[in-house]
């Protein structure tokens, strides 16, 4: 059974690395070193931009130039910060992103196309009375096929819109709170006064090109705006 999972997460891990090259997603990370003041503005120290295969042979190169910036500014707190990004589209990658989205769901397409082919050839070779225009099992899995089809659909239409969207106006920043999008500013201070302002208690996320920042507003800042 333990095999069995193995197995499928291989497989699994095989269709989205598919998925991605059919749709060209070309990996890269935009690297920062920097600290922050109280307001808390960022200061960036260093700016390292290279494809993502690098960043595991090149590891040593980004601790050694975050120790010489901890070793010139003791007391700042330097951190190093990671967007991973499509350098195609602009768009950044990772957990929740709309790429990453993307290709699950052509990945998706993959796995039940293929157990769909595995099914009607193991039927085929041992039932005798396996009709192929009948078989309940088979029907509910096409439509499911058909409905992972058009969701696949739908996040094309999506990608397309926001790619094109990204280039026309790359100076955009997308605000969040968790998952749920507050709203797109044109700079870094009206999101952040915008998130100060609207109330809410959480993790705020800020994503613009090669740009991502993330903070915690605590209950008390939130009230003190109401």
Not at 16 to 23: I, N, T
Not at 125 to 131: G, K, R
Not at 209 to 224: E, G, K, L, N, T
Request: with cysteine; glycine share 4%.
């Amino acid at each position: 059974m333990a095999h069995e999972r193995i197995d499928d997460w291989i497989q699994a891990a095989k269709d989205l690395a598919r998925a991605e090259r059919e749709l060209q997603i070309d990996h890269w990370v935009y690297i920062t070193i920097e600290y922050r003041e109280d307001d808390p503005r960022k200061v960036v120290l260093h700016k390292i931009d290279i494809p993502r295969r690098m960043l595991d042979r090149w590891q040593w190169l980004v601790d050694w130039r975050k120790a010489k910036y901890v070793c010139r500014y003791p007391r700042k707190g330097v951190q190093v910060y990671y967007c991973y990004y499509d350098k195609r589209t602009g768009l950044q990658t990772g957990f929740g992103s709309l790429l990453s989205r993307v290709a699950a769901a052509k990945a998706q397409i993959t796995k039940t196309e293929r157990r769909i082919t595995e099914y009607v050839d193991y039927m085929t070779h041992n039932d005798l009375f396996f009709d192929p225009s009948t078989d309940e099992r088979l029907l509910c899995a096409k439509e499911k096929l058909t409905q992972k089809r058009g969701n696949y659909a739908e996040l094309c239409a999506l990608l397309q819109r926001e790619v094109e969207k990204h280039r026309a106006n790359p100076g955009i920043y997308k605000l969040f709170i968790g998952f749920r999008n507050l709203g797109e500013f044109a700079s870094i201070p009206q999101a952040r006064q915008f998130a100060r302002e609207s109330g809410e208690t959480g993790t705020f996320s800020l994503i613009g090109d090669r740009y991502r920042d993330s903070w915690y507003q605590p209950a008390d800042v939130a009230r003190s705006r109401n």
